[in-house]
């Protein structure tokens, strides 16, 4: 099926509740569009494995004054590189090894480095931005590298359906095969199919925690999306949940929700 479509796209966002489904729309994106996914969760796996083979074992306290770092030059000489990335993932780790939240305006500068590292164009952003403040930094990275965001897909769903998909998540620890007690499930005796160990439920996956990042999306991620609509970034809202669920329903219901912002 031909859509009424531009063939190239600049960048585009991915956002909706933990659990909504987005992956799947992701890869929808990348395919019918040839762009790259750049995910968050990667960044910080990227910059945080860039300080940790570094290998700096002394107190990272050193590089904190109190109420911020020191300057990146004085980072530098004591850390002994100028390498950007083993800074920027020194910060980050200072947060992480807390069990703090890594703040915005440090998310904001891995975010920076990676988007410039894939050349600022070309990417579907999945996971950022995810608060007001991100947006704003967003919006104005955008404009300083003369690119744009050409919409967002916003993946619906409803809390009683996330919570349901994923409480009854249990996943195989040795292959990571992930199933679901009700529409896939283990063997009777709650084994992987494949390996015969018993399937475990992710420490994320507990219906406390799934509640907790329902409320923060409500609280934090809204208003993110709200300021990029009122800067004219066109939101095309897809369903998460589709009653038969194949790759052909799952383009059709992303192409025909884009399709209507052009
Ligand atoms: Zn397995």
Redesign the pocket.
């Known amino acids: 099926m031909a859509w009424n479509l531009p063939d190239e796209l600049s960048n585009v966002i991915v956002t909706g509740k933990s659990g909504a489904g987005k992956q799947p729309r992701i890869e929808v994106l990348v395919d019918e569009f040839d762009l790259e996914q750049l995910s968050t969760g990667n960044i910080f796996r990227k910059y945080l494995g860039k300080f940790d083979n570094f290998d700096y074992d002394d107190n990272l306290d050193e590089f904190w004054d109190g109420e911020d770092f020191i300057p990146d030059n004085e980072i530098a000489e004591k850390l002994g590189t100028e390498d950007e990335s083993v800074i920027l993932g020194m910060k980050a780790k200072y947060f992480v090894e807390q069990g703090l939240f890594v703040p915005d305006r440090i998310t904001n500068q891995l975010f920076k480095s990676y988007f410039e590292e894939r050349g600022c164009s070309g990417q579907v952003l999945d996971g950022y931005p995810r608060t007001l403040s991100q947006s704003k930094f967003l919006l104005e990275l955008v404009e300083e590298k003369d690119t744009a965001i050409d919409f967002v897909v916003w993946v619906e769903n409803s809390d009683d359906l996330i919570i349901e998909r994923t409480t009854k998540r249990r996943i195989?620890p040795?292959?990571d095969?992930v199933y679901h007690l009700k529409y896939d499930p283990p063997t009777e005796d709650n084994k992987?199919k494949?390996?015969d160990?018993e399937v475990i439920q992710r420490s994320d996956d507990t219906e406390g925690k799934i509640r907790s990042r329902l409320q923060e999306f409500k609280d934090k991620t809204i208003p993110a999306l709200k300021y990029l609509k009122e800067k004219g970034i066109p939101i095309a809202k897809v369903p998460g949940h589709l009653e038969e669920f194949t790759p052909e329903n799952v383009k059709r219901s992303v192409m025909e929700e884009i399709e209507k912002l052009y």
């Open positions: 195989c040795e292959c095969k992987c494949e390996c160990v």
